[in-house]
């Protein structure tokens, strides 16, 4: 019995990536850094989830002594690269820069109509959650939601289940009787090692994963309706 829906956001509600990838040259560029993240190798720092860790893996691949600096400081530096970063991606999507793929309103619309409880389950900062659905769904956005868990509160990033496990003890029900829908080869990890059966929507970022862990890969949630997802999720079990 399907009884809620956990949507992951970067990559699976909206394309969200190239948009991030631009964000973070910008807060290069303001912050004086040399640094610029082109699409080969923002593809490959993805496998970091979390911007802030990500600007860390980075900044210890150009330059290894920087764990020599004083670890406040350290700290300090990527709290106000990432906070510039941030700045620059609500105002990309504030001027348009993102939609939600294929299907995903939809498929919103038709749970919330049905009444179906919906969560969701990401990595990214909670800034970016509302500045994209605020414009994507309205402002009365999160009444679609239940449950909400975010970078805020689950620092511990995918693939660590952590996101996920939070997700389902707030909804009150055991991970079989729910459906992850995620972009990532992490993404999928975090959903699977909490115990959920996980659909997968890849982007250009994420084709070349490891997806066999996955309840069904679809290219985008075209097309699929309430009826469809309780059907794969029967099959499930
Ligand atoms: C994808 C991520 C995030 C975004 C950048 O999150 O790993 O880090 O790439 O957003 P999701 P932040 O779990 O939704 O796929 O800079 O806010 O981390
Ligand atoms: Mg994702």
Not at 24 to 33: D, M, T
Not at 200 to 214: N, V
Request: charged share 15%; aromatic share 6%; hydrophobic share 45%.
């Amino acid at each position: 019995m399907l009884r809620a829906l956990i949507f992951d956001v970067d990559g699976t509600l909206a394309d969200t990536e190239a948009v991030h990838c631009a964000a973070f040259n910008h807060a290069f560029a303001q912050a004086g850094l040399d640094w610029h993240w082109d699409t080969a190798l923002y593809t490959r720092l993805l496998e970091i989830s979390g911007g802030k860790e990500r600007i860390r893996h980075y900044w210890q691949q150009v330059q290894p002594d920087m764990t020599a600096i004083d670890a406040g400081a350290l700290a300090d530096t990527l709290q106000r690269l990432h906070d510039l970063k941030t700045a620059a991606y609500e105002q990309a999507v504030q001027d348009g820069a993102v939609q939600l793929r294929p299907g995903v309103l939809a498929l919103v619309e038709e749970a919330g109509r049905a009444g179906l409880p919906m969560a969701i389950a990401t990595t990214t900062s909670p800034v970016n959650i509302g500045v994209l659905l605020r414009q994507a769904i309205g402002t009365h956005w999160q009444t679609c939601f239940a449950v909400i868990e975010d970078a805020s509160t689950a620092p511990v990033k995918k693939p660590n289940p952590q996101v996920y496990l939070q997700t389902l003890k707030r909804l009150g029900m055991p991970a079989a009787q729910a459906l992850a829908f995620e972009d990532s080869g992490n993404g999928l990890a975090a959903a699977v090692a909490a115990g959920l059966p996980t659909v997968i929507t890849p982007t250009p970022f994420t084709a070349h994963h490891d997806f066999s862990a996955a309840l069904r890969v679809r290219p985008d949630l075209s097309g699929v309706t309430l009826a469809l997802l309780q059907d794969w999720h029967r099959a499930h079990h």
